[in-house]
C-alpha cells in the first residue's frame, strides 16, 4: 500500500468553528510548536498511521488543525505542552509595553487578552521581572502568533484604501 499524502490542512476549531465540529478525526499527532511549522515531512501519528506531509508553503500547523490525507482520513493536531512562562502586567497599558520589549526581540508569542505566553528563557525572565511582569512558569501547548513575513497573515491581509 502507498503512503498517503496530505497536501491540505483544515484549519481548527480556533479559526473556524464550523468546520472543525464537521471532522471527525481517524487519529491525532501530538507535537510541540518547533515541530508543527512544516511543509514535507514523513510522519507518524499518535497511533501509528503513517503519511508525508507536502505542503505548497512551510505552515505553523496549530492546536485542532486536521490534516486530510489523500485516503480520506484526517488526523488532528495536538500541540505538545512545553515548558513556557505566562506573563502578565499590572494593566493594559502595561502589558502592551511588555510585548513590546518581547517582540522587539524577536520571540515567539501567544498573545491573550490578559497575559502572553513565550518560551522559558532566563534572561528574558529576569529583563521582564525587572521591567514589573508577573513572570510564571507553566507546561502548556503553545500556538504563537506568525509574523508579519507569515504566509497566513500574507494571505489573509487585504489591502484597502490606504497606504502602509
Same mark, same amino acid.
Given at each position: =500500500? %502507498?503512503?498517503?499524502?496530505?497536501?491540505?490542512?483544515?484549519?481548527?476549531?480556533?479559526?473556524?468553528?464550523?468546520?472543525?465540529?464537521?471532522?471527525?478525526?481517524?487519529?491525532?499527532?501530538?507535537? #510541540?510548536?518547533?515541530?508543527? !511549522?512544516? $511543509? $514535507? &515531512?514523513? =510522519?507518524?501519528?499518535?497511533?501509528?498511521?503513517?503519511?508525508? &506531509?507536502?505542503?505548497?508553503?512551510?505552515?505553523?500547523?496549530?492546536?485542532?488543525?486536521? &490534516?486530510? +490525507?489523500?485516503?480520506?482520513?484526517?488526523? $488532528?493536531?495536538?500541540?505538545?505542552?512545553?515548558?513556557?512562562?505566562?506573563?502578565?502586567?499590572? #494593566?493594559?497599558? @502595561?502589558?502592551? %509595553?511588555?510585548?513590546?520589549?518581547? /517582540?522587539? $526581540?524577536? &520571540?515567539?508569542?501567544?498573545? !491573550?487578552?490578559?497575559?502572553?505566553?513565550?518560551?522559558?528563557?532566563?534572561?528574558?525572565?529576569? =529583563?521582564?521581572?525587572? +521591567?514589573?511582569?508577573?513572570?510564571?512558569?507553566?507546561?502548556? /501547548?503553545?500556538?504563537?502568533? /506568525?509574523?508579519?513575513?507569515?504566509?497566513?497573515?500574507?494571505?489573509? !491581509?487585504?489591502? @484597502?484604501? !490606504?497606504?502602509?
Amino acid at each position: =500500500m %502507498n503512503t498517503p499524502h496530505c497536501h491540505t490542512v483544515e484549519r481548527g476549531s480556533s479559526q473556524n468553528a464550523d468546520s472543525a465540529a464537521a471532522l471527525e478525526p481517524t487519529d491525532t499527532i501530538t507535537l #510541540d510548536e518547533t515541530d508543527r !511549522h512544516r $511543509r $514535507r &515531512l514523513a =510522519m507518524v501519528s499518535d497511533n501509528g498511521i503513517e503519511f508525508l &506531509l507536502e505542503l505548497a508553503t512551510p505552515t505553523l500547523l496549530r492546536e485542532d488543525d486536521v &490534516l486530510r +490525507l489523500s485516503d480520506g482520513r484526517a488526523i $488532528r493536531v495536538i500541540a505538545k505542552p512545553e515548558p513556557l512562562y505566562i506573563v502578565s502586567g499590572t #494593566d493594559h497599558v @502595561h502589558l502592551l %509595553n511588555l510585548a513590546w520589549h518581547v /517582540g522587539n $526581540r524577536h &520571540l515567539a508569542t501567544q498573545i !491573550h487578552h490578559d497575559h502572553f505566553l513565550i518560551r522559558k528563557d532566563p534572561v528574558i525572565r529576569n =529583563m521582564l521581572e525587572e +521591567l514589573g511582569a508577573s513572570v510564571k512558569d507553566i507546561e502548556s /501547548g503553545f500556538n504563537p502568533i /506568525g509574523g508579519a513575513y507569515d504566509q497566513e497573515h500574507k494571505a489573509a !491581509h487585504t489591502h @484597502h484604501d !490606504h497606504s502602509h
